[in-house]
């Protein structure tokens, strides 16, 4: 057995993963730090101001505004997500 | 002027206990009056550790509740004069260890010592906020891992935001110091390397231990690596981290084992 394991080519070295270990932890801790470290301060504000723009023609719940930020290596994305009340024609109505 | 320092990480089973008591040591070796201090209320480790197990009468948080003055608590280091050792309790309710308490151990220490070197547990709860609030200087502990590098940064963040300095606007001093470093792994591929490390995490790096038979050799028999086997790898390597504590500039290698032929020979065989 072992006469024929010396003879036979070696197997090839695993493919190192290093690399990847690196890139997925600066791809998360750039998400992390922003969500972690004050700057989800922007989140806030922008959460206020979308709020305030959408109410003053829309009655509307403030907990059914989601402002969510998905940070990409080469794009980020503003996700705003808001739910209008069913009676949707009545809101505009007394807003306008 | 006395020095706080935190040996923090967030993930468990880095170092920390190991790292407190090896620089504590060395520290303490150079003449400086040092205290390391257990936060780890209820998982207390570094009296095993530093051998002092079978010494403890009271901790910290009887000296934090004024059962016990401060002086009483204190163990004194059989082999080292100058290093001194505050146990974390073992049985009581993490909840006794309040901020203010704390505060107030750690600046009557402040009076005593040149070094008061924290332990702190690992997680992100009340124990080791409580480490590193009162902290100059911070040790964090990291393995090339993935995990204890993501770990690291939380910490790191933290130490920017809930300490007593960052809320006077001022900076905790921050060091990474590398542990279980292999470096034959990293030049493989296999492992993060230390300039990954650094570059994700942005700190000034203290020192690099490598992983090594000789830090559990230490613990098994209760003594600080740097005092069991100082010419062993991880030894010199905690010794010069320390220097650089101390503000020495020194070239950062990583000590490597001895390779004897013997031990070439040993590998053939295997």
């Known amino acids: ?96 | 002027m006395a020095k706080v320092l935190v040996v923090t990480s967030g993930k468990g089973g880095v170092g920390k206990t190991t790292s407190t008591a090896a620089i504590g040591a060395a520290l303490a070796q150079t003449g400086k009056k040092v205290a390391v201090v257990d936060f780890d209320v209820g998982l207390r480790n570094l009296d095993l550790v530093l051998g002092a197990e079978r010494r403890v009468v009271f901790d910290l948080i009887n000296v934090v509740q004024g059962i016990a003055k401060l002086p009483q608590a204190l163990i004194r280091d059989k082999r080292l004069e100058t290093l001194y050792l505050l146990p974390a309790s073992q049985t009581r309710d993490k909840e006794a260890l309040t901020e203010e308490g704390v505060g107030r151990v750690i600046a009557d220490m402040r009076n005593n010592f040149d070094f008061i070197v924290c332990d702190s547990p690992a997680g992100i709860e009340r124990g080791a906020m409580l480490a590193m609030r009162f902290a100059d200087e911070a040790i964090i502990v990291t393995n090339p891992e993935v995990s204890s590098v993501r770990d690291s940064d939380r910490i790191i963040g933290m130490l920017d935001s809930k300490t007593v300095k960052a809320e006077k606007g001022e900076q905790v001093e921050k060091h990474i110091l590398i542990t279980r470093f292999d470096p034959a792994r990293a030049a493989r591929g296999e492992m993060l390397t230390i300039e990954d490390i650094l570059e994700i995490l942005a700190i000034p790096l203290l020192g690099i231990i490598p992983e090594s038979q000789d830090v559990l050799r230490a613990s098994n028999v209760g003594s600080p690596v740097t005092l069991n086997n100082p010419a062993c790898s991880p030894a010199r390597a905690y010794s010069d981290a320390t220097r650089r504590l101390l503000g020495e500039t020194l070239p950062m290698l990583v000590p490597s084992e001895p390779r004897g032929l013997m031990k070439l020979f040993g590998r053939r065989a295997a």
Do not use: C, Y
């Open chain 1, 1 to 96: 057995m072992n006469m024929f394991r010396l003879f036979a080519s070696r197997p090839a070295p695993p493919a190192p993963t290093a690399p990847i270990a690196r890139e997925r932890l600066q791809i998360l801790l750039a998400h992390e730090r922003g969500t972690t470290r004050g700057k989800s301060d922007l989140l806030m504000l922008l959460r206020e101001e979308i709020l305030a723009a959408v109410a003053r023609h829309v009655a509307l719940d403030p907990d059914k505004v989601i402002v969510r930020m998905e940070r990409g290596r080469d794009v980020s994305t503003l996700e705003v997500d808001v739910e209008l009340p069913s009676g949707l024609d009545r809101g505009l109505a007394v807003a306008s």
